[in-house]
């Protein structure tokens, strides 16, 4: 899933693309624009998707997109309307590409944006212990309680009459009605990616967002990294 948070820097043109991954092409047009990076599935056209596995060739038959990101003994299995571009490593190309569209995604500091609770309109309509703190693009429905010494990041949605322990930090998340998050709990962060490629790592970006559907409850302690 695409997060609905970042912002995608897009369309590049595909001369741009080739760029990136150090690949010479002549008699690419600037006027072909990529507007997104996106899987197999969920590809359109003027995107660009990857292929890296023959599990996946079921899906690599049917994409819609305009080009994918593969390897020699697989451009076979493509379709006609998609173009491949062989690359030596799919998965670090693609978090190349990834990273341009999305450059938000690699970082994932701290939010500086935090403010106390009650220095925001949230402390009117929403319960809440001691030393809690709020970023931007946070909304909060009414019913809701956070424990002392929580912190709901930057780019947080969360539903009615949700409960939300002390010591826990959210982001990049979007919560339904009537959800208990017990305490110590990381919500939305990125998890761990690297990509091994000679003697240095890459960092994938991990573009996806945490979705907590409605009556769930998570665990004390609980650690839920957005995806890729």
Known sequence: MINPFFINKGPFSIKDI?????????????????????????????TITFFHSSKYKSLARLT??????????????????????????????VAKIT??????????????TC?????TILCKKV???????????????SGCSIGHNSIIEKNVRIGKNCKIGSSTIIRNSIIK???????????GKKGFGFFPNKNKNHRYPHIG????????????????DRGS
């Open 18 to 46: 080739f760029t990136i991954l150090n690949i010479s092409k002549k008699n690419l047009s600037n006027k072909k624009n990529i507007k997104d990076v996106r899987d197999l599935f969920s590809a359109e056209k003027d």
């Open 64 to 93: 819609k997109a305009s080009y994918c990101l593969t390897s020699k003994n697989l451009i076979n299995e493509l379709p006609k309307n998609c173009f491949p571009i062989i690359v030596e490593n799919v998965l670090i190309s």
């Open 99 to 112: 990273k341009k569209f999305y450059p938000n995604s690699i970082n994932d500091e701290f939010d500086i």
């Open 115 to 119: 403010k106390n609770i009650s220095e």
């Open 127 to 141: 319960k809440f212990g001691y030393n809690v703190l709020i970023g931007e693009n946070v909304k909060i429905n």
């Open 177 to 187: 009605d009537n959800v208990t998050i017990l305490d110590h709990c990381v919500i």
């Open 209 to 224: 967002a945490v979705i907590i559907h409605e009556n769930c409850e998570i665990g004390s302690g609980s650690t839920i």
